[in-house]
């Protein structure tokens, strides 16, 4: 377990590990986005109230729900980085800011979207949405913090102690539904007990939900790994790595 | 497939315009948080083998030390 923690910080080793998880995670994601945005848009039967506009569920739900769990990887790393002070933690946090920031965007965008024909508003001050907002600029605010100071511990210190503050939010939105009156539905899939949705529409939501994920691990990845070849442009193990 | 014909595919019974902007932006919003990073990996990765190139190129001229 030790062994295996030491080697996700060796910044060589998870560049390897970046590279060849790119390759392989590139193909699959897209074809399971492609796949699961078909079905969700032209296979999937109407919903009986809502119609076709329902199908947004497919990529709304989805992005929420990555960017909520995006928020927990951020916030770990931020931990990770204050305790330990390992760098590629620092390099994790720097990643997933931006890639949580236009999840949160999407899911911001396509609710209005989605508002407009059902609830006749693009925007409402609902619970649920408030909250999200302030994820996306809990988000954005990561990414200037870290932009703003020259030395990159200093900057690392201070974005850790502001998503590990903004956590506080996370447990908001999720109970949101339950605790405002909101024009959100509460949750439709649950662990236990039965799920309020048909598996018509269930399976293709699953699937999208689970190629988001895999989308986030990619765009991580990704950032981790061009982040590596700025930082480390003038080492012998890049080099040679690269050669 | 739910949808009789494209057009109706494209109108969705008026919630066209909805579904496909929603799904239009965020493709694209996702698509530009994958290419951007990559291109820029590829440049950086492009500028550290050119330097690594030329630093191989002037090595041998330092220790051979034959002046033409």
Not at chain 1, 44 to 59: E, L, M, V
Not at chain 1, 221 to 228: A, G, Q
Request: net charge positive.
């Amino acid at each position: 377990m030790w062994a295996f923690i030491h080697k996700f910080g060796s910044p060589p080793w998870f560049f390897r590990f970046a590279s060849t998880a790119v390759r392989w995670l590139l193909p699959v994601v897209i074809g399971a986005l492609v796949f699961g945005a078909v079905w969700g848009l032209l296979y999937a039967p109407p919903d009986f109230r809502q119609g076709n506009s329902y199908r947004i569920i497919f990529i709304h739900v989805p992005s929420a729900v990555v960017a909520l769990a995006g928020y927990y990887v951020m916030a770990s790393a931020g931990l990770v980085s204050l305790v330990w002070k390992i760098k590629m933690a620092d390099t994790a946090m720097r990643a997933v800011a931006p890639v949580g920031a236009a999840l949160t965007f999407v899911a911001l965008v396509t609710g209005a979207i989605w508002g407009k024909p059902t609830w006749g508003a693009w925007w409402v001050w609902d619970a649920r949405i408030t909250s999200m907002l302030i994820l996306f600029f809990l988000y954005l605010g990561v990414i200037a913090l870290f932009e703003a100071y020259d030395n990159k511990a200093a900057a690392a210190k201070a974005c850790a102690v502001l998503s590990l503050v903004g956590t506080v939010n996370i447990p908001i939105i999720y109970k949101s539904v339950d605790w405002w009156y909101s024009l959100h539905q509460p949750a439709s899939i649950k662990f236990t007990g039965e799920t309020a949705i048909d598996a018509s529409m269930l399976y293709p939501l699953l699937v999208m939900i689970a190629a988001f994920y895999g989308l986030f691990a990619l765009l991580v990845l990704v950032n981790m790994r061009t982040e590596l070849l700025a930082t480390y442009r003038q080492s012998a193990w890049l080099r040679s790595e690269l050669g | 497939m739910y949808f009789d014909s494209v057009n109706a595919a494209l109108t969705m019974e008026g919630h066209g315009a909805f579904v496909w902007s929603a799904y239009v932006i965020t493709f694209l919003v996702l698509a530009f948080m994958l290419v951007q990073p990559l291109l820029r990996g590829r440049r950086l990765a492009r500028a550290i083998r050119a330097e690594q190139r030329r630093q191989a190129a002037e090595l041998p001229a330092e220790g051979g030390g034959h002046a033409p």
